[in-house]
Every structure is written in structure tokens, then in C-alpha cells.
């Protein structure tokens, strides 16, 4: 017997696994590191600006990410962003990310549940999560982040040698 286990209740898309991310305060050894002790090879790294809604109001973070081509589960390594949801470093596992068909509904069910919600992507023309969503489990403090299937296409050309797909430009909400 499993306790607390529902059979056919999936509160988010487990079958949508793809990557574990990473917060460092050097990132490039954390690169060098994992590069040399498990042969991980790299996409290309990105840095940019993002502006977040969040809790706390609308942040705006300069980020520099980087995905594993190696995976899935792909390594995604982020440079701490002090104010954001990415703001603690050197912690270990950050958080899970998941594939998820309906963002809305999938952040919905999180959040009706009581799980706490951290961030998305802010875009005032959409009401409600987008991109992705971060949530954390109550119990546990496992974070998650859900990020929009749509996102896919530009992410598997990121993985090919292509540019960051930010959902914020053209091309990286494709269907």
C-alpha cells in the first residue's frame, strides 16, 4: 500500500519530464564542472532580460541560462537572480520542469490546491499564467515548473544549435 497515492489523479504531467534546473552563483564552473564529471555537452548559452509577474509584483531579472543537449532529462543551469523566483543559489535541484498541454488548467489545479504559486513570464495582454509557472509543492517544498508544449518546437531548435526560445518573441509560442 502507497499512502497518500490516488489512482488516475495526476496533479501535473508527470509524463512530461524533461528537465531538472540548476540556480548556481558560477556559472561557469558549474559548467566546467558538470561538463567534466558527467561528459554533459551544452546548448548555447543566453542571456537576456525577463520581466516576471510574481507575488511579490512584476520583476524584471537578467538571466543566464543554458540547457544540456544531453537528455532528456535535459540539465538547465540558471545564474542566481536576486528578487526573482531563481533567487537562492548552490542549493541543488532547483526544480522540476514539466511539459504541459494546458497551461491555464494545469496552473489552475496547482493553485486551487493550495500550492504556492512563484512566477510566469508577464504579459499584459494574457490574463493568467504564460510560458510557463512555477509552483511549490506544499510538503515537500519540491518546486515545479510548467512550461506550455507550445514552447517545443523553438525549444528543440535551441537544442539543434538555434537561439533561446523566449516565448516573448516571435516564434517562440509556435504550434
Same mark, same amino acid.
Given at each position: 500500500?502507497?499512502?497518500?497515492? *490516488? ?10 519530464? +524533461? ?34 509577474? *510574481? ?11 543554458? +540547457? ?6 535535459? +540539465? ?11 533567487? *537562492? ?14 497551461? *491555464? ?28 509557472? +512555477? ?41
Amino acid at each position: 500500500m502507497v499512502v497518500g497515492h *490516488q489512482t488516475g489523479f495526476n496533479m501535473f504531467p508527470l509524463s512530461g519530464f +524533461y528537465h531538472f534546473g540548476l540556480v548556481v552563483s558560477d556559472f561557469d564552473g558549474a559548467l566546467d564542472e558538470l561538463s567534466s564529471n558527467l561528459g554533459i555537452e551544452w546548448a548555447n548559452v543566453t542571456e537576456f532580460e525577463i520581466v516576471c509577474e *510574481q507575488p511579490n509584483g512584476i520583476v524584471t531579472a537578467d538571466m543566464k541560462v543554458v +540547457y544540456s543537449t544531453t537528455g532528456p532529462p535535459h +540539465y538547465e543551469i540558471i545564474r542566481v537572480a536576486p528578487g526573482t523566483v531563481w533567487g *537562492q543559489a548552490d542549493l541543488g535541484i532547483h526544480h522540476l520542469g514539466f511539459w504541459t498541454k494546458n497551461l *491555464q488548467e494545469d496552473h489552475a489545479r496547482l493553485t486551487n490546491s493550495g500550492y504556492m504559486w512563484e512566477s510566469t513570464y508577464y504579459n499584459p495582454d494574457t490574463d493568467g499564467p504564460f510560458g510557463f509557472t +512555477y509552483h511549490t509543492l506544499r510538503n515537500t517544498g519540491l518546486r515545479i515548473e510548467l512550461v506550455d508544449i507550445a514552447r517545443k518546437p523553438a525549444f528543440d531548435n535551441w537544442m539543434a544549435g538555434g537561439d533561446f526560445p523566449s516565448a516573448m518573441e516571435p516564434g517562440g509560442m509556435e504550434s
